[in-house]
Nanobody, 113 residues
């Protein structure tokens, strides 16, 4: 079982903000480059943001300029700040290690008026 736990999801109105948190073990945090995926009903799973091994950050084009991934090395936690949310951002958001099977159970984000 992946040593990650997502939190911070919920229901928000269009234009609102949410911050998702991904708490991990120190080993997991040190071993992997962590990212966020999302999956909406009937749609393919999509990579939203991630830290790359070269120090760069990847964002999906659909969230660029609205979402920010960050991390706290003391708390072994990765965050996803989501601003100006839209209904099509509604999905289950997963935190984990891209390229591996180590992912959390997900947290639901719903954007609706």
């Amino acid at each position: 079982q992946a040593q990650v736990q997502e939190s911070g999801g919920g229901l928000v109105q269009p234009g609102g903000s949410l911050r998702l948190s991904c708490a991990t073990s120190s080993k997991f945090y040190g071993d992997y480059f962590i990212g966020w995926d999302r999956q909406a009903p009937g749609k393919q799973r999509e990579r939203v943001a991630m830290f790359n091994s070269d120090g760069s950050i990847y964002y999906a084009s659909s969230v660029k300029g609205r979402f920010t991934i960050s991390k706290d090395d003391v708390r072994n936690t990765v965050y996803l700040q989501m601003n100006n949310l839209r209904p099509d951002d509604s999905a289950v958001y997963y935190c984990g290690a891209p390229g591996t099977q180590h992912w959390g159970q997900g947290t639901q984000v719903s954007v609706s008026a």
